[in-house]
């Protein structure tokens, strides 16, 4: 058990800033400042706990631990929540932000600001967060600490007088950020009187102790055999366990005080009563109003994904809520195609959100799995005048019941050096990308601001972009609602019929492109049968693109050693009749490169 430290000593810190500027890495230099792991236990990225994070280089789940400090004499308790970098997981950023006073803003001393800082900042501001500009990886030789200073004040407009140059790699700086975080960070607000008040800002599943949730206390406290109440349930449950978050096992404690972070034990055997966003608060003098301003994650892209053995449906669906326990932005619901059985159409944050959940899957639950194509939310007003809104192509009226198709736009923010504007300029208008702002931070870095239809950006485009400015260039986007397309369902047939996990919804002006390069790609991909297969491209009725795999030969002439021309003729004959019977009942097994193959058509 550890004692408590009074309010005032208290720091709730995240670390925010782009993917790879070295945030998971300064965490590790600050943990051991600390002195919360022994040298012996440490590891590189000690707070990423699992393994496809370590070996991508990226923090996918947000983790909080609890830190001692002391300075001049007091004891501090500084609580620690890393973030991730990427667009995709900027959900997590927020909800770390929610549950903090103050966030360390790291930019790299070689790449300086990117797009991703600018998104992180802007949700911090909206936090009412203390901001302290970190500049990280000074012993780099092109580091360069006054321009990434100046980058911040002209780029974000905070002001950096007040900043700490640190290299998380040696530890240089590291004791003096510390310092800061203490003098700097202002301890948290809130009243130990009042009722209890706290957020859940993150909630998974242990095999042993059930669903947990990891809290901020706002007012009040949570003791351990308290019955407490979930705001947004209305649920009650008594609190089994209480415990502090720590990077090599949690401390247990018997009560968690206003102002601290710390893991709550209820022994609920779904995590579906602890909703991330929620408010616990005491059941019997409840607080009035929970906790305001939290928006639950929102999916951007949709894919249908199946196991390859489809008598594992339900091992699936085990895997996916078990999934979910520990990834609160994941939703699904069940879904059956024709060519592939029953399966599950699943939401994701981004494609790297929807690789990362199908590698999960496949690692953790031992599944083979198949993914198709990612597709996004449209909405559709029909000529009956009602509105509906659609995840899947399947579900697309046929087009003589469609007046209008409405799809999702994105703010996209693009940095890039000026080197590669016109070829990027011109990635953005084949993505049907519309220009809002062109800025010149300095001589060498351009700041592009473009509409640009989600539809656009799901597959490809965050590696094309970075293709093109060989890595340099930084992206980031958010919502920015629906407007009116010319768009039409893409169909694909294989042997007369409709291969439904195959359609996607595309621009009219690129559909006959699309389709073409689509069957000819899957010409290689099918099989050969024994009849010749078609494979077309439709609009509705209207075909619009067609090929054909060639049926395999059989020799039946093979055994006939000489004699007359005629029997080898009747021998033809028959096979051909034949051929023509397997035809009308023959059936072709797509294989499943063919649902992937739409990922890889060139936009």
């Known amino acids: 058990m550890q004692k408590s430290v009074p309010q005032k000593n208290i720091r709730n810190f995240s670390i925010i800033a782009h993917i790879d500027h070295g945030k998971s890495t300064l965490a590790d230099r600050i943990i051991q400042e600390c002195g919360a792991v022994a040298e012996r236990q440490m590891s590189a990225q000690v707070m990423d706990t699992m393994d496809i994070e370590k070996e991508r280089g990226i923090t996918i789940k947000a983790q909080s631990v609890r830190l001692d400090y002391i300075k001049d004499g007091e004891q501090y308790i500084l609580n620690l929540i890393d973030t991730p970098g990427h667009v995709d997981f900027s959900y997590e950023v927020s909800r770390s932000l929610a549950s903090s006073d103050g966030a360390l803003l790291i930019v790299d001393a070689a790449q300086g600001v990117e797009a991703q800082t600018i998104a992180n900042v802007y949700i911090a501001i909206e936090n009412d967060l203390e901001l302290l500009p970190v500049v990280n990886k000074i012993d780099l030789p092109a580091a360069d600490p006054d321009r990434v200073l100046t980058e911040l004040e002209e780029a974000i407009g905070i002001d950096a007088t007040e900043h700490n140059l640190v290299s998380a790699k040696t530890g240089v700086g590291v004791g003096e950020l510390v310092e800061s975080i203490i003098e700097r960070i202002p301890a948290p607000k809130g009243d130990p009187k009042k009722p209890l008040k706290a957020l859940i800002y993150d909630s998974w599943f242990d095999n042993y102790l059930g669903a947990l949730a990891l809290i901020r206390v706002f007012d009040g406290q949570i003791t351990k055999g308290q019955t407490a109440k979930v705001m947004g349930t209305k649920d009650e449950h008594q609190v089994l366990n209480l415990m502090y978050p720590n990077p090599i096992a949690p401390i247990k404690t018997n009560e968690i005080r206003t102002g601290e972070i710390g893991i709550v034990v209820m022994g609920l055997k779904t995590v579906d009563g602890l909703k991330v966003g929620d408010t616990i608060t005491d059941a019997k003098t409840p607080t009035p109003e929970p906790i305001a301003g939290f928006e ?24 996916l809520n078990k999934l979910k326990l520990n990834d609160s932005s994941l939703s699904f619901e069940p879904e059956s195609s024709m060519a592939l059985g029953s399966g599950f159409r699943t939401g994701f944050l981004g494609m790297l959100h929807m690789e990362v959940v199908k590698e999960r899957l496949e690692r953790e639950f031992n599944l083979e799995l198949i993914a198709t194509a990612p597709t996004v939310v449209y909405r559709v007003k029909q000529t009956n005048g009602e509105e509906m809104m659609i995840q899947n192509p399947s579900e697309l009226p046929e087009p003589q019941k469609i007046e209008k198709i409405y799809e999702p736009y994105v703010k ?40 640009i239809p989600m539809n656009e950006i799901v597959m490809d485009f ?41 359609s996607i919804i595309v621009p009219r002006d690129k559909a006959r492109t699309r389709g073409l390069a689509f069957v000819k790609q899957l010409k290689e991909l099918i099989p050969r049968q024994l009849f010749e297969v078609a494979i077309q491209a439709s609009i509705g009725n209207e075909i619009i693109a067609r090929t054909n795999v060639k049926s395999m030969g059989k020799n039946v002439t093979a055994k006939c050693y000489g004699g007359d021309i005629t029997r080898k003729r009747k021998l033809l004959e028959k096979q051909k009749a034949g051929k023509k019977r397997m035809k009308s009942i023959g059936k072709v097994q797509v294989p499943q490169e063919a649902f992937m193959a739409v990922l890889k058509l060139d936009n």
């Open 462 to 502: 965050y590696d094309k972009l970075k293709s093109i400015t060989k890595g340099y260039a930084s992206f980031d986007y958010e919502p920015a609602g629906f407007k009116e397309g010319d768009l039409v369902k893409l169909d694909i047939r294989v042997a007369g019929d409709v291969v439904d996990s195959l």
């Open 296 to 319: 639950p994650a929102k999916p951007f892209v949709f894919a249908g994904i199946y196991p390859i053995e489809t008598d594992r449906f339900e091992d699936l669906r085990d895997a």
């Open 412 to 451: 996209a923010t693009i940095l890039t050096p000026q080197e590669y504007l016109g070829s990027l300029i011109k990635l953005l208008n084949d993505r049907r990308g519309i220009q809002i702002k062109m800025d010149y931070l300095n001589e060498t870095r351009v700041l592009l601001e473009y509409d």
